[in-house]
């Protein structure tokens, strides 16, 4: 044991106590203010993997929600679309099977009509963006009514017989100079709605859907009688086979209907799914990062404390020495 | 005759204690000083009578001195790498952090998402394009403060080999004159030990006895810096460094390459310049090379020479982003196909691995400096021990007031007592 004790070794010791009090105040009173733990990478012992892949989920989850927002208002104008042009159907066929027996001229004109109205309604827009216009959305889906009956007229022009008009419509529909050239003004099916990572809903009907163009070709059929393409005589046989082309299309559109439906539904649950996600992985980054206030102030008052005393010995050292009592 | 004896024995006295105030006044002057060795007098007794002062001996604690010096490397050692670590990863920035490179990616993959979702305005693929140019800027400034990093430890080892080099010089210079018995060779020694703890912080050293008050110095790893002569340490710094620099120098002693000289703060410097910083490098390329290969075809990641960056088309024109890098003319406005894709591929990017490999590094590196830093602490402590201690200096002031008063009393009878004689 040595005899005597330097000077300087207290005052060594006693500032590195200090420094080392007054860093941890400083830790302490960041965590008591942000709640937060000062040092993650201490706290998560230098594993980052899964505090980063709660972060990315969240990040995803929260850009996804206005993205799904805008979809679920999308595919419900698709649907209630769908049933405006289902109710059309419905008029049209029960007024050409009527025609068959009674005024084909109302009947022909119903079916305009309800032409006109299915045009209408592929037409739905959505916040400034066609809805059945595939990856064009900007412009129209459909020329308007008149356009495509009008380039119809042209396609029957000279037909004599009932079954010629009916073949000359369907070719039109079908030929890609026709309906696609002239009637359709959209782009491609749409891609696929990502409503999770690695998850997408398919919500790509257009206008030029094939139950969709069945109900415009029933339809536009019947207007051609209203525009006189067949004489009286062949009115009837042409209505006829109109009622029966727009059966068949009314059962293709309310399957197309129950498809979108599907998609509806699916859509809903992934937003109330990743809604809840989120709420949990809010919890589970809370966990990991956290620090319990009320721990962290009782140890800042307890540190505090420390330094005060700290001090008081300080002062109370440098008071005990030889010299003043000599 | 005795009576002049007893004369000349107490004014022998009283020089004694006159040295030893002096002693004593010096101690307490240099009782801040560091490097300073506590005084303390030699007396022996005289055979004629009397008492001399043989010397000034000057207290040292070699084994301590020694233990506290390698701590002290050590300690700075760990400092260093602690500290570079914790740079590199405040330059990557934890997930708590705003505009951490973790925030950066999810940015990416997010404004993709939104992009998808709000194809009719263009302002989205802008968005997304940025959000990309903000990472590989990031990405490219991380790697820039990293060679900076690797500068600075070059520039910090060519000043620390300057340092050792002179101070070798000047030890080997106090050496000789300490031998040559100079008149006050202890405070030589004093500047002797300043410049020996100046050397130690860099490279752990052990200081070895040579006789005549001349040591030598060894690095634990056993080369000798001072044995006679001062050794020469050698270092070509390099004016640039880059992610692709040629092998850059190593440590010479005069003349021949050394591994190393242990673990001290040179030891450490060379460690962030040729192993944390590297390696850290890499990871960091290994992120940017995953980024690359995932948006391969999109334009969004490309290597440039220095790093990652957005392809000029594609910044020019973030339609592109929508219709492909090769796309001739922009295409339909709601194709929302290649960015899906996109969206996919970035949702698996991570750098998740890049900042735990580092942040585990840190935490290592920085319980390994408390733990050495604790032990200086203590050493520094016990050594210090060991310094002056005022209050024992002014109790031997006590006692040497006494012994002169007590001296100058017995000269003051003899004197009396020879008056006595002369005034028969």
């Known amino acids: ?326 | 005759m005795s009576l002049t004896s007893a004369l000349s024995v107490a004014r022998s006295g009283l020089s004694a204690s006159a040295r030893a105030a002096e002693i004593t006044s010096q101690n307490v002057a240099n009782a801040l000083t560091e490097g300073y060795g506590k005084r303390s007098l030699t007396l022996s007794a005289l055979s004629t009578g009397g008492v001399a002062v043989t010397g000034t001996a000057r207290f040292e604690d070699r084994a301590l001195t020694g233990d506290r010096r390698v701590a002290e490397a050590g300690s700075a050692a760990a400092g260093l790498a602690a500290d570079a670590l914790q740079r590199i990863e405040d330059a990557i920035g934890t997930p708590d952090s705003e505009g951490s490179v973790g925030a950066l990616i999810s940015g990416v993959e997010t404004a993709l998402i939104t992009a998808a979702a709000n194809l009719q305005s263009e302002a989205g693929l802008g968005a997304a394009v940025d959000a990309a140019d903000r990472l590989a800027a990031r990405m490219n400034a991380i790697g820039d403060e990293i060679q900076t990093m690797r500068e600075g430890a070059e520039t910090a080892i060519a000043t620390s080999v300057d340092q050792i080099n002179t101070s070798l010089r000047q030890i080997a210079d106090l050496n000789t004159r300490i031998a040559a018995g100079a008149a006050d060779a202890t405070a030589l020694m004093d500047q002797r030990q300043v410049l020996v703890d100046g050397i130690a912080a860099e490279v752990p050293l052990r200081e070895v006895d040579r006789g005549n008050g001349q040591i030598a110095l060894y690095s634990t790893t056993g080369v000798a810096l001072l044995d006679g002569s001062a050794a020469v340490l050698g270092f070509t710094k390099a004016t640039a460094i880059s992610a692709d620099s040629a092998a850059l120098s190593g440590l010479t002693v005069n003349g021949r390459a050394v591994a190393g000289l242990g673990d001290g703060a040179l030891a450490a410097q060379f460690a962030i310049r040729d192993t944390i910083a590297p390696e850290a490098q890499a990871a960091l390329d290994v992120v940017a090379a995953d980024l690359i290969a995932r948006t391969s075809g999109s334009g969004l990641f490309q290597t440039t020479g220095s790093g990652v960056a957005v392809a000029a088309e594609v910044k020019a024109e973030p339609w592109r982003l929508r219709d492909g890098l090769a796309a001739v003319a922009e295409g339909d406005a709601g194709d929302a196909t290649r960015l899906n894709a996109l969206a996919s591929a970035m949702s698996e990017a991570s750098s998740a691995t890049l900042l735990s490999t580092i942040s585990t590094a840190r935490v290592a590196a920085e319980a390994e400096a408390s733990f050495t830093s604790a032990r200086y602490d203590a050493l520094r402590s016990a050594e210090l021990e060991g310094a002056v201690d005022t209050d024992a200096e002014m109790q031997s002031l006590l006692v040497i007031e006494q012994a002169y008063a007590a001296n100058a009393k017995v000269i003051q009878a003899v004197d009396q007592m020879m008056q006595t004689l002369l005034g028969i």
């Open chain 1, 1 to 326: 044991m040595a005899v005597t004790s330097g000077d300087m070794a207290q005052a060594f010791a006693l500032r590195r106590r200090d420094a080392a009090l007054k860093s941890e105040v400083t830790q302490l009173s960041q965590e008591v203010v942000t709640g937060q733990a000062a040092d993650s990478g201490a706290r998560l012992r230098g594993d980052f993997s899964r505090l980063a892949a709660v972060d990315a989920s969240r990040a995803r989850l929260e850009a996804l929600e206005p993205a799904l927002a805008s979809a679920a208002t999308t595919v419900s104008a698709m649907q209630t679309a769908f049933s405006g042009i289902t109710a059309a159907l419905t008029t049209a066929t029960e007024a050409a099977s009527q025609g068959v027996n009674m005024s084909a001229d109302t009947a022909a004109t119903a079916a305009a009509s309800a032409f006109a109205s299915v045009v209408a309604a592929l037409q739905t827009q959505v916040a400034g963006q066609s809805v059945f216009a595939g990856t064009r959305p900007d412009g129209a889906a459909l020329a308007d009514a008149e356009t495509i009956l009008a380039a119809l007229d042209d396609a029957v022009a000279g037909a004599t017989t009932a079954s010629e008009v009916q073949a000359r419509v369907a070719d039109w529909f079908a030929s890609p100079d026709g309906f696609d050239a002239v009637a359709y003004k959209g782009g491609g099916a749409r891609a696929d709605v990502m409503v999770g990572a690695g998850e997408a809903v398919a919500l790509s009907v257009t206008a030029a859907d094939p139950a969709l163009k069945q109900a415009l070709e029933g339809l536009a059929l019947g207007a051609m009688v209203a525009r006189g393409a067949v004489p009286d005589s062949q009115a009837g046989t042409l209505l006829a086979a109109v009622s029966e082309k727009l059966i068949a299309a009314s059962d293709a559109v309310v399957d197309l209907s129950a498809r979108t439906g599907f998609a509806e539904a699916r859509i809903d649950a992934a937003r109330s799914r990743n809604a809840s996600q989120l709420s949990a992985l809010d919890i589970a980054r809370t966990e990991m990062l956290a620090v319990d206030s009320y721990e962290s102030a009782t140890r800042l008052e307890a540190v505090q404390t420390q330094i005060e005393t700290l001090y008081a010995v300080t002062s109370r050292l440098s008071k005990m020495s030889l010299v003043d009592f000599l």
